[in-house]
């Protein structure tokens, strides 16, 4: 089965704390994504990366940065917490082309104080 | 840009009714379609989905036709059970990127 693990479930951080989700997935996939989400507004693209060292913004990109060192790890970085970023956090991957699945971690609730 | 629009919620039936949950979609050139489901403090399950026009996709009961020609790609069950209550997001994948609706929350009751 693939797997996309999500580093932590539940964090409480500062705000103007350095926050770290982390997001692994064992099935070689090139596309990595970041979402967060919000009640009434669904999903809403943060970053997502097409292959190791690259990204691109996604719809919310500001206040967030990205890391993807490794093919199989996608890092979500808050320089600097806001309480407008307590949110739920996804992590997905697909393999790269047309018509796969993308598959989803479950998620990292962050609530910034 | 590409985006999706689906019916808000929430969907309130009985057990045993038939459900429709509207998704339309805008997009250049031709998307993957997909229906995802999250139950209460869970992450998001593929529920089903399809790649190519008058493609049809199901699973566990609910099935979506992939229209082109309305650009849409409704969700259908006839017969909802308790256990279907959750909040179905419709999305497009396209180029690379994973576009999501704004969710539907359905609630089914006894």
């Known amino acids: 089965d693939v797997k996309v693990t999500q580093s932590s479930r539940y964090l409480v951080k500062r705000t103007g704390e350095k926050v770290f989700l982390e997001c692994v997935q064992d099935?070689?996939?090139?596309?990595m994504f970041w979402y967060r989400q919000d009640p009434g507004l669904g999903l809403r693209l943060i970053y997502f990366s097409y292959d190791v060292k690259m990204k691109e913004k996604g719809d919310i990109p500001e206040g967030y940065s990205v890391s993807r060192e490794k093919k199989e790890r996608f890092s979500l970085i808050l320089e600097s917490a806001s309480t407008n970023q307590t949110s739920m956090y996804l992590c997905a991957s697909t393999r790269r082309g047309w018509g796969n699945t993308i598959y989803f971690g479950e998620g990292s609730w962050l609530t910034v104080v | 840009g590409d985006s999706v629009t689906q019916m808000e919620g929430p969907v309130t039936l009985s057990e045993e009714a038939f459900l429709t949950i509207n998704c339309t979609y805008t997009?250049?050139?031709?998307?993957?379609l997909f229906w995802y489901v999250q139950y209460p403090g869970e992450g998001l399950q593929l529920l089903l989905k399809a790649t190519k026009a008058d493609d049809k996709g199901s699973n566990k009961g609910f099935e979506a036709t992939y229209r082109k020609e309305t650009t849409s790609f409704h969700l259908e069950k006839g017969s909802v059970q308790v256990s279907d209550s959750a909040v179905y997001f419709c999305a497009l994948y396209n180029t690379d990127k994973l576009i999501f609706g704004t969710g539907t929350r359905l609630q089914v009751f006894p």
């Open positions: 997009a250049t050139g031709y998307p993957s």
């Open positions: 099935m070689d996939h090139e596309n």
